[in-house]
């Protein structure tokens, strides 16, 4: 079964509302606000075919784009879209999408918008527009980003909202559940925006808000059993992450025995990582696992190599193997007790990790190979399942805590599939990642001892591919730089560097050129995400 007929099962499963990119750095913002308004969407590049849509939508939203709508090669939406009978809502390009489609007339503006606006609104109480802005000031605070606008509404259209320097910010069809704004409701700085997006969703699509993990569980549960049916078995990859953990736990409660939990040790976990996870996951949740001992190979593999992307791919394929030759032997077991073939691949990819590995003309392009969606074998012999596959991070978490896993590990930070490899910037050699180890380990004991660590929402240390001069016991030194990160995000999609504590810093920096052989500086990661990304590699 592929990825996208999974999603398109979940979205059968609720109210669903579709959000069709066309690049915009924001999109992902409008799937979490209307998340956050308790309905269900799925993100899709806007080249999506509606014939080969696997569900039908509630309503449709189209997004903004970094795109002019009159350069040559701009994306362009499926007109069968505006055939589909339901409300749309275009933002910003959106808005200039649906004109191009029904006959309205975009240009460049003299002057691009970029910033704070004062929407005045003008819908009419006996108008289905009113609705939009049902509870809403006017004027109210808005966010533009454009350099196009709307020379004049498609015939039909009626203007329900204007700024001082845009005459259509709001417009809507005279009869059809159709609107454009040209401001970006999904942003904070649109004070109302949330409260706009929530209209569109439950008051003009009527969708029922009751997308919680409460009721999303039950529906999982029955989809994982279905899915792998009364025999088949499942081999988890498990990390002690809170990804891997809930996933973990879902397949068991799932499945009972017919889930096989295997870690793999490949040489670039975290400090007594692989003890850690034993004693959580077999000891204390009950969970059937195995360790399997590859470090020697993934290191041999990695030997040399430099370029992220090749570590990311050598790491993922690598994985892949390993997992194939414990399934061969689990395999065997499984079906000698009667639990059934071994037949699927489970994975903790999370929706940011869709998002950020789809790449399509127009649309943002591919950042990097995600380690739970790229680098994987073409000629993969398990199927893969991923129960966590549509949710964000917050979403993960709220499910974790409602599975009756302990918050130490609900609240646990992130770790990268390909784990100290990519935070070893070039080679990866043992002596490298055990420096990388140490480091990241003593900056996370004393974030924790600060009381910090529930306020980040990632740390870790990075060992960087330069030496330094320094001094230590009156002799002149040439080590090695460790540089910190740590930043807040909610959905991981953006993120905000965090200002430590200097006091803290001083202590974290004291340890790491004390305890950590071969580092004389430390340096701390003052970047947001855009335009960094959390981790160096």
């Known amino acids: 079964m592929s990825s996208t007929e999974v999603a398109a099962q979940v979205a059968n499963m609720y109210d669903t509302i579709l959000i069709l990119d066309f690049g915009s750095q924001y999109s992902h913002l409008i799937t979490r606000r209307i998340r956050e308004a308790g309905v269900y969407c799925e993100l899709l590049p806007c080249t999506q075919k509606i014939s080969e849509l696997k569900f039908k939508p509630k309503g449709v939203v189209l997004s903004g784009s970094p795109y002019s709508i009159t350069d040559k090669d701009a994306p362009h939406v499926d007109p069968e879209v505006f055939n589909l009978g339901v409300p749309i809502l275009g933002i910003c390009y959106g808005l200039q999408e649906i004109a191009r489609n029904l006959g309205g007339e975009t240009s460049l503006a003299v002057k691009r918008e970029y910033g704070h606006a004062e929407l005045t609104l003008d819908p009419q109480a006996d108008h289905h527009s009113y609705h939009l802005f049902q509870d809403v000031p006017s004027p109210t605070n808005v966010w533009m980003s454009h350099g196009d606008h709307l020379e004049s509404p498609p015939n039909d259209f009626v203007i329900i909202g204007s700024t001082?320097?845009?005459?259509?910010?709001?417009?809507?069809?005279?009869?059809?559940?159709?609107?454009?704004?040209?401001?970006?409701?999904?942003?904070?700085?649109?004070?109302?925006?949330?409260?706009?997006?929530?209209?569109?969703?439950?008051?003009?699509?009527?969708?029922?808000?009751?997308?919680?993990?409460?009721?999303?569980?039950?529906?999982?549960?029955?989809r994982i059993r279905n899915l792998v049916g009364p025999t088949g078995s499942v081999i988890g990859a498990v990390s002690g992450g809170v990804d891997s953990t809930v996933a973990a736990v879902l397949m068991k409660r799932a499945i009972g025995d017919r889930f096989h939990a295997v870690l793999v040790d490949n040489g670039v976990m975290r400090l007594n990582e692989c003890e850690q996870v034993k004693k959580t996951l077999a000891d204390n949740l009950g969970i059937n696992l195995t360790v399997a001992d590859a470090a020697d190979l993934f290191l041999g593999r990695l030997k040399g190599v430099t370029d992220p992307e090749k570590k990311r791919k050598i790491i993922g394929n690598t994985f892949i193997e390993v997992f194939e030759t414990e399934s061969h032997r689990i395999d065997e077991i499984s079906r000698q007790s009667g639990l059934g073939p071994i037949e699927w691949l489970l994975q903790g990819t999370l929706y940011p990790d869709v998002i950020e590995s789809i790449s399509f003309k127009g649309p943002s392009a591919t950042i990097k190979s995600h380690h739970n969606v790229g680098g994987l074998l073409e000629n993969m012999r398990l199927k893969l399942i991923e129960p966590l596959r549509e949710l964000f991070k917050d979403e993960v978490r709220a499910l974790g805590t409602l599975l009756d896993i302990p918050d130490e590990l609900v609240w646990r930070h992130p770790f990268p599939g390909p784990g100290i490899a990519i935070r070893v910037l070039g080679e990866v050699t043992p002596?490298?990642?055990?420096?990388?180890?140490?480091?990241?380990?003593?900056?996370?004991?004393?974030?924790?001892?600060?009381?910090?660590?529930?306020?980040?929402?990632?740390?870790?240390?990075?060992?960087?591919?330069?030496?330094?001069?320094?001094?230590?016991?009156?002799?002149?030194?040439?080590?090695?730089?460790?540089?910190?990160?740590?930043?807040?995000?909610?959905?991981?999609?953006?993120?905000?560097?965090?200002?430590?504590?200097?006091?803290?810093?001083?202590?974290?920096?004291?340890?790491?050129?004390?305890?950590?052989?071969?580092?004389?500086?430390?340096?701390?990661?003052?970047?947001?995400?855009?335009?960094?990304?959390?981790?160096?590699?």
Not at 199 to 220: H, L, P, R, Y
Not at 491 to 510: C, G, H, Q, Y
Not at 512 to 522: D, K, L
């Open 164 to 222: 001082s320097t845009s005459a259509y910010a709001a417009v809507a069809h005279t009869t059809l559940p159709i609107y454009g704004i040209q401001f970006h409701p999904e942003v904070t700085h649109s004070v109302d925006g949330s409260v706009i997006l929530r209209n569109f969703v439950i008051g003009i699509c009527q969708c029922e808000a009751n997308w919680t993990m409460s009721s999303f569980v039950d529906k999982e549960l029955e």
């Open 431 to 537: 002596e490298q990642v055990e420096i990388a180890r140490r480091a990241d380990h003593i900056y996370i004991d004393e974030i924790k001892k600060a009381g910090l660590y529930r306020q980040i929402s990632q740390a870790y240390a990075a060992l960087l591919p330069v030496r330094s001069v320094g001094v230590m016991g009156d002799q002149r030194t040439y080590e090695q730089v460790i540089a910190l990160r740590a930043v807040e995000s909610k959905d991981f999609m953006t993120a905000d560097w965090f200002p430590m504590p200097v006091e803290t810093l001083k202590r974290i920096s004291n340890r790491i050129i004390n305890e950590v052989q071969g580092v004389n500086r430390v340096l701390y990661d003052v970047s947001s995400k855009p335009p960094s990304t959390i981790e160096f590699e």
